[in-house]
């Protein structure tokens, strides 16, 4: 596989396709591409490829960037920096929540459309479907909305 390096640092790999193309784009922009069978991420240093870890643990609310590398007891591993990305992904989480309550409540409001004519003072709702339609108006004050299930719809 083809392994493209910036400034020592591993960006990417090519492990199908031409390679050709992939080392003429590495040149272009001043990286170096470098054939290597190791399937961990190296460092590039002194044009040798060395193995490097990553000295952080995953958290999806800290952002980090990687900033170099660095040898330690004998072995290369990242220099980073952290970000404390938590309010963003709340922010998200919100805008995806506001959504699917838009979505949901389309939603509802159509099961409730495909039953107004039982409504009609010329048709007589049975309980269970006066249940299930009440339950389908009762869905927004849900403690879990949007999360929630819909009630299944009684046989007429």
């Known amino acids: 596989m083809l392994k493209i390096f910036d400034d020592g640092i591993f960006m990417r790999q090519l ?41 952080w643990t995953y958290d999806e609310n800290t952002e980090v ?17 952290e970000r404390d990305i938590t309010a963003e992904n709340e922010a998200k989480e919100a805008e995806r929540l506001a959504e ?28 269970a479907m006066k249940t299930y339609r009440q339950a389908l108006r009762d869905l927004p004050a849900h403690k879990d909305w949007p999360n929630v299930d819909f009630p299944t719809k009684p046989e007429e």
Request: glycine share 6%; net charge negative; charged share 25%.
């Open 100 to 127: 699917k309550a838009v979505n949901e409540r389309a939603t509802r409001n159509q099961l409730l459309a495909e039953t107004d004519f039982y409504a009609l003072s010329d048709v007589t709702m049975s309980d």
């Open 65 to 81: 960037t990687i900033t170099g590398f660095e040898l330690v007891d004998g072995a290369y591993q990242y220099t980073y920096t």
């Open 15 to 55: 492990v199908h396709g031409d390679t050709n193309v992939a080392k003429q784009e590495a040149d272009a922009n001043g990286w170096s591409a470098i054939e290597s069978d190791n399937i961990n991420e190296e460092v590039l240093v002194d044009g040798e490829l060395h193995e490097v870890s990553r000295p």
